[in-house]
């Protein structure tokens, strides 16, 4: 596969977001980075980066100190998710922004109930509490557009999330 082609971050970050889910559905497997087995976490971001010739380190604690730190409300797609058993517990698991909507982030991992899914971590309550850090580990400007492609929609409305998280007038 070739590498990013394209001075665009938007559809570097888009094109990496589309490659990953290719993978879903695929099995988890502990310390795979094969698609042909199965991916663990780190072992899914690590294959998918690769891709686009950036190399990721083979643990998701490794990759949390990967690239720049930014906050959660800033996150885009390819932006990197860890989290955490305990607060003051070790990262044990990274997953990939897909989408951003609203209050709602989509992250794609490779989990060990699902394999390689899609979670809204707004809703995904086990996730959200085990939240620590967003990482951007692409190079580049963060000036990101979504491209507007339907098979890119996510089919679930938020309105109780939006509701629930509005300021009062």
Known sequence: KAGLAT???SLSRDSIVSFAKNFLGLPYKYASRNPA???DCSGFTMFVFKNFNLNLSPSSSAQSFQGDKILLKNAIPGDLVFFRRSK???IF???MVSKV???SIFIIHSTTHGGVRIDNLATAY???SKYKSVRNVLPGDRNYTPTE???LKEKELLTDLIVGTEEPP
């Open 101 to 103: 909507v609203k209050d």
């Open 7 to 9: 001075d665009s971050i």
């Open 88 to 90: 003051r517990g070790r």
């Open 93 to 95: 698991h990274v997953a």
């Open 149 to 151: 492609d339907p098979s």
């Open 126 to 128: 086990y996730w959200k």
């Open 37 to 39: 087995r199965g991916f």
